[in-house]
């Protein structure tokens, strides 16, 4: 696809069930990215990947939260056990060399967690 | 600190009028890059405009221009002429090149609303 894709759109889970989000990246980029939007807390920095360099995890709030990145392109963000707190968006944007003055990051439309 | 401020929570513009949208943001890094995104109420993140703090002239995108300050710290965001379709949540973000993770800094975003 052209854009940035992320599935699925909404999943409703139970409080300490694990769940897990994708992401695929506008192809050919490199540097893919993991946020989460949430109204208390407005747009916080998750993970990020670049190529094959380990990922900065600098942003997870706990480790129940992890990411992986498959062959540079597809990824996966798990959250394990979770939490009321948990509920938010979850954004996904890629970037096409993850640096540089003008590497722009292109979002995906999200996917909203609830936790009952 | 907040890194990114947007004071303005809600604003109205009647159409078919320019707006100008606050954002100043606090940083130490002498290379920084600030970006403007449009969020409607499908949940996309839609990319505006950028500004290198080493650009000489603001920056222009169609209907979007950015009042860049460096002095000032600030990075205003302008809207002319605008549209019914204007209507939605508004975004400034910075990167910081010392920031190896190369994440955005967003702002708590204001809302637009255009009246017809």
């Known amino acids: 696809g052209a854009g940035v894709s992320q599935s699925p759109s909404n999943k409703v889970t139970e409080k300490g069930k694990d769940v897990e989000l994708r992401c695929d990246p506008i192809?050919?980029?490199?540097?893919l990215y993991w946020y989460r939007q949430s109204l208390g807390q407005g747009l916080e920095f998750l993970i990020y990947?670049?190529?094959?360099?380990?990922?900065?995890k600098s942003g997870l709030p706990s480790d129940r939260f992890s990411a992986e990145r498959t062959g540079g392109s597809v990824s996966t963000l798990t959250i394990q056990r979770t939490q009321q707190e948990d509920s938010a968006v979850y954004l996904c944007?890629?970037?096409?060399?993850?640096?540089?003055?003008?590497?722009?990051?292109?979002f995906g439309p999200g996917t909203r967690l609830t936790v009952l | 600190a907040q890194k990114i401020t947007q004071t303005q929570p809600g604003m109205f513009v009647q159409e078919k009028e320019a707006v100008t949208l606050d954002c100043t943001y606090d940083?130490?890094?002498?290379?920084?890059?600030l970006f403007w995104y449009k969020q409607p109420s499908s949940g996309e993140m839609i990319f505006l405009i950028y500004?290198?703090?080493?650009?000489?002239q603001n920056a222009t995108e169609g209907r979007y221009s950015l009042n860049f300050q460096k002095a000032r710290k600030s990075a205003n965001l302008v809207i002319s002429a605008s549209q019914l379709g204007d209507s939605a949540m508004y975004f400034c973000?910075?990167?910081?090149?010392?920031?190896?993770?190369?994440?955005?800094?967003f702002g708590g975003g204001t809302r637009l609303m255009v009246k017809p």
């Open positions: 192809s050919g980029h490199t540097a």
């Open positions: 500004q290198g703090s080493y650009d000489q």
């Open positions: 944007a890629s970037s096409l060399v993850g640096g540089g003055a003008r590497d722009t990051q292109y």
């Open positions: 940083t130490s890094d002498p290379s920084y890059g």
């Open positions: 973000a910075m990167r910081e090149a010392l920031n190896a993770g190369n994440m955005l800094t």
């Open positions: 990947f670049q190529g094959n360099s380990a990922p900065d």
